[in-house]
Nanobody, 115 residues
Framework: QVQLVESGGGLVQSGGSLRLSCAAS????????MGWYRQAPGKQRELVAT???????DYADSVKGRFTISRDNAKNTVYLQMNSLKPEDTAVYYC?????????WGQGTQVTVSS
């Protein structure tokens, strides 16, 4: 059974940094795209960043230049380095992996940025 476990969330002041990690288990994930989404209270879940199997990345405009996504295929882990955090980055962050019609989600980790 595929499981995704996020870690690294927490409370940080505006301008601070956090690094999220998401470890996948229960399979081999080198052929899967990986990504991060977030959902703020009262808002829809939105894409934050994605990384392909080949390492190509894409970011939401709101996080470009501040967030960096990376992956370690040997560890089946995807990371999200978040710098220059803003209060509007406050949300539950979810990692996801996908391949063709398959998609799996983690349980989410809370990120709160205080002003």
């Amino acid at each position: 059974q595929v499981q995704l476990v996020e870690s690294g969330g927490g409370l940080v002041q505006s301008g601070g940094s956090l690094r999220l990690s998401c470890a996948a288990s229960g399979g081999v994930f080198g052929g899967y795209a990986m990504g991060w989404y977030r959902q703020a209270p009262g808002k829809q879940r939105e894409l934050v960043a994605t990384i392909t199997t080949g390492g190509s990345t894409d970011y939401a405009d709101s996080v470009k230049g501040r967030f960096t996504i990376s992956r370690d295929n040997a560890k089946n882990t995807v990371y999200l380095q978040m710098n220059s955090l803003k209060p509007e980055d406050t949300a539950v962050y979810y990692c996801t992996i996908s391949r063709a019609s398959l998609r799996y989600w983690g349980q989410g980790t809370q990120v709160t940025v205080s002003s």
